[in-house]
């Protein structure tokens, strides 16, 4: 348990990964059906990027920092709109001195009937996650390994919302338990939408990861994925990638259009690109 996220908070990964799950949440909001965010390894909640952890990698910087001193489309400012929205709400109208994880993400952007359930392991982040919800009845925490909380926490009663599974990737096996998270969640929780985030790393582990959840059965299964630079061998992370499962209809469309924009933006180097591809799509496009 030694990762820390405040180390990366804000990074290129945090934008669109915070990115794609705040559009999420802005279509569960279009209906009044209260809906349940589920995140399995929560980290925090909210970072200062003024912290030790924060200045001594400065990864934000090139991150939401570069977003919000850019002069953005429409189209882009349009797709980021609630993301950057959470953003404003936890720095009031101040400058950019904190950065909300994906706990604060959603309940800034939930209702009062939303509910939230949040984990997280690391005996201090589980404690600061905890004083910061002390006073918000729509959240419950819970200290357990994160995919014991697929099985506990599944199905929802409110029968809609979003589980996101964001591991640390610090042990051997993580894609496989990925995989048996994401087979577990649409068991029990068929109709809900699932975000998977990964690390690109080794291609071929990406590759296999990809492949074989692909073969679970999964009816509608989205792949996001973008890096900054070509993506191998030692220093800091140069790629990421996510997996949606029952993605909302338009998040893929919209994805893709952004997509260029948003590679040139975060760049950092030779070789930086992405991508928006279905994994899994189902023939009959045609539900909302």
Same mark, same amino acid.
């Given at each position: ?45 909210? *970072? ?10 400065? +990864? ?17 400012r349009a797709y980021l ?51 910061? *919800? ?11 390994n994160g995919y014991v ?10 029968? !809609? ?16 338990? #990925?995989? !048996? ?16 985030? *990964? ?12 492949? +074989? ?6 009816? !509608? ?20 990638? #996510? ?9 893929? +469309? ?35």
């Amino acid at each position: 348990m030694n990762y820390r996220h405040a180390y990366h908070a804000g990074n290129f990964a945090d934008v669109l990964k915070h990115a794609v799950l705040a559009r999420i949440l802005a279509y569960l909001c279009k209906k009044d059906a209260a809906f349940r965010v589920i995140d399995t390894h929560s980290g925090i909640g909210l *970072y200062d990027l003024a912290s030790d952890e924060a200045l001594k990698t400065g +990864e934000w910087r090139n991150g939401v920092g570069r977003i919000l001193e850019s002069d953005l489309s429409e189209p882009l400012r349009a797709y980021l709109g609630p993301w950057m929205g959470a953003i404003r709400a936890a720095n009031g109208d101040d400058n950019l001195l904190v950065y909300p994880g994906s706990p604060m993400i959603a309940t800034t952007l939930g209702r009062l009937q939303d509910r939230f359930l949040f984990n997280e392991l690391h005996p201090e982040d589980a404690q600061q996650l905890d004083a910061l *919800y002390s006073a918000d009845r729509r959240v419950q925490i819970s200290r357990e390994n994160g995919y014991v909380t697929v099985r506990a926490q599944l199905p929802p009663r409110e029968r !809609r919302g979003v589980v996101v599974i964001d591991p640390p990737f610090e042990e051997a096996g993580e894609f496989q338990r #990925m995989l !048996r998270a994401m087979q577990d969640a649409s068991r029990r929780f068929a109709t809900g939408i699932q975000l998977l985030w *990964y690390p690109i790393k080794d291609q071929d582990a990406v590759d296999a990861f990809l492949s +074989e959840a692909a073969d679970t059965g999964a009816t !509608r299964l989205l792949c996001i994925e973008q890096w900054i630079r070509e993506p191998g061998g030692d220093g800091p992370l140069a790629g990421a990638g #996510m997996l949606v499962v029952n993605p909302p209809y338009m998040l893929a +469309e919209e994805t893709r259009a952004i997509m260029p924009e948003l590679i040139e933006l975060l760049a950092d180097g030779p070789g930086a690109g992405g991508r928006v591809t279905w994994l899994v799509e189902e023939a009959d496009r045609s539900g909302a």
